[in-house]
């Protein structure tokens, strides 16, 4: 009897776990997941652009280096619009990097007839930079969300073991997460739909030869989707002019500038807004042209609202030989003549205006604090004379102040330090009591004469 017992309940065992694998079958295929890589084969997939290898070993593609190989592509032979992806990668070495494609295209013709696979990625950074989950604008604009942007996400990705990656693609917003710690948060007009890809990064040093990237449980979601909640506080470049996402509007943020009037802003030591000098136009706030001369034309203008802790961000386009700049903290109690007084950061064409070869160790460059402390900057993160560069400013409670240039930290300082104190005490400011510690300001845009243009003027308290 008991023998019997022992089998029926073998028998039953069995049948409620081929049950349970049907629903969960029945579950995945209700949720609308679909695997774009069988574990098998590359079926549904072709190599664009580099020399480097892809083939099936243990269920995962593996992508192997190859010396003096631009970067090279597996991409899907479908394109997606709106979709979320999940799959798990790993880097063999921190030698080189890597990243995954999304919405992205292909030039055959570009590279001399080699082709160019060009789109928004998502990055896997070995580096000591740690860039992993920032969005690089491939074969276009270069980086879009540096992770300098967002401290709290770097760390998540783990080379030599398998990362749980995610990607949203919804609408206009690009949203990563790296071990379910999210990444970044872009916001682009660019790119409604393209093929999914996987990058083996291009390389030229010997030692970097033969690395290996893998990728596995692939899959994708295009129906039904429900965006991950992000938490609060993480920073969005936003690329479409004079809008707030909800997720910003929550956050704290508005807009200094709504793109049509000049709702908020007035002259400075003026009690209405310029009559002359500054014009809107297409969603854009001009300053325009008086050969140089300084606040002579229109003048500087000032938010009516005063701010002490906050996260300012602005995005402006030079004419070629232009000067301007963006000041905070200013209080307008000086009275003097010309540009109100307050701390700046430096907007200006390094290499026509004579101002960047002033002052002193190059404190009076493209988003230095002007005259006080020089932004180390590459050239690779300055955008051409006439395309939009993103500046920001961020003031933190403590006093600590942050210059950033297109994503990149490039100044950091602490107002009323010593050291601060020290450097205002051989500048132009010398002689201004307490110049740049005061409790609050205004935050200023400066007619310095040139043509000089801004939009997407935004700002948090913190």
């Known amino acids: ?8 309940c073998a028998v039953l065992s069995a049948f409620f776990i081929c049950v349970g694998m049907l629903n969960v079958q029945a579950q995945n295929t209700e949720k609308g997941w679909v695997n774009l890589f069988d574990g098998k084969t590359l079926n ?19 992508g192997t280096t190859v010396m ?25 070495s921190n ?51 540096p992770m300098s942007l967002n401290e709290k996400g770097k760390g998540a990705f783990k080379t030599g073991e398998y990362n749980h990656i995610r990607i949203e693609c919804i609408g206009n917003e690009m949203r990563t997460w790296i071990n379910g710690k999210p990444c970044a948060y872009v916001v682009d007009t660019l790119d409604p739909k393209g ?44 690329t479409r002019p004079n809008t707030l996402t909800d997720y910003e509007k929550r956050n704290g943020w508005k807009l200094l500038f709504d793109g049509k009037t000049t709702t ?9 807004f310029p009559q002359k000098g500054w014009k809107i136009q297409d969603g854009i706030l001009s300053v325009l042209s008086s050969d140089g001369k300084e606040s002579e034309n229109g003048g500087d203008i000032v938010t009516k609202e005063q701010f002490s802790a906050f996260d300012l961000s602005f995005e402006f386009r030079l004419t070629p030989g232009a000067n301007s700049g963006v000041k905070y903290f200013v209080t307008l109690s000086e009275n003097n003549k010309g ?73 950091e300082y602490k107002r ?14 010398k002689d201004w009591k307490n110049f740049g510690e005061a409790e609050k300001g205004h935050i200023l845009l400066q007619d310095h004469g040139d043509n000089v243009s801004f939009r997407s003027i935004k700002i948090k308290a913190l």
């Open 339 to 411: 540009s109100a007084i307050g701390l700046e950061y430096q907007v200006l064409d390094d290499e026509r205006h004579p101002d960047a070869k002033l002052g002193r160790d190059g404190n009076r460059t493209l988003a230095s604090l002007y005259d006080l402390i020089k932004a180390d900057k590459q050239a690779r993160f300055t955008r051409p004379i006439g395309e939009w560069n993103r500046g920001r400013v961020v003031v933190y409670p403590d006093n600590r102040v942050e210059h950033y240039l297109n994503g990149v930290k490039v100044i």
């Open 1 to 8: 009897m008991n023998t019997l017992k022992k089998q029926i």
């Open 195 to 238: 093929f999914i890809g996987l990058q083996v990064h291009g390389i030229n040093k010997e030692e970097q030869a033969g690395k290996r990237v893998y990728f596995k449980n692939i899959r994708i979601r295009t129906s039904g989707l429900i965006p991950k909640i992000f938490p609060s506080g993480i920073y969005v470049v936003n």
């Open 95 to 145: 030698l080189s990097n890597s990243g995954i494609q999304t919405r992205s295209h292909f030039d055959p013709a570009a590279n001399k007839g080699k082709g160019k696979v060009f789109g928004r990625q998502m990055e896997f950074d070995p580096s000591e930079r740690d860039w992993s989950g920032g969005v690089y604008d491939e074969g276009r604009r270069d980086w879009l969300y």
């Open 44 to 62: 549904g997939w072709k190599r664009l652009a580099g020399e480097a290898t892809y083939k099936v070993e243990d269920g995962a593609i593996v």
């Open 68 to 92: 003096n190989s631009g970067n090279t592509f597996l991409v899907t032979e479908k394109e997606y619009g709106d979709f979320i992806l999940e799959l798990d990668a790993k880097l063999e």
């Open 264 to 272: 908020g802003w007035v002259g400075a030591y003026k009690p209405t």
């Open 416 to 429: 009323g330090s010593e050291e601060f104190r020290k450097l205002v005490a051989i500048s132009k400011y």
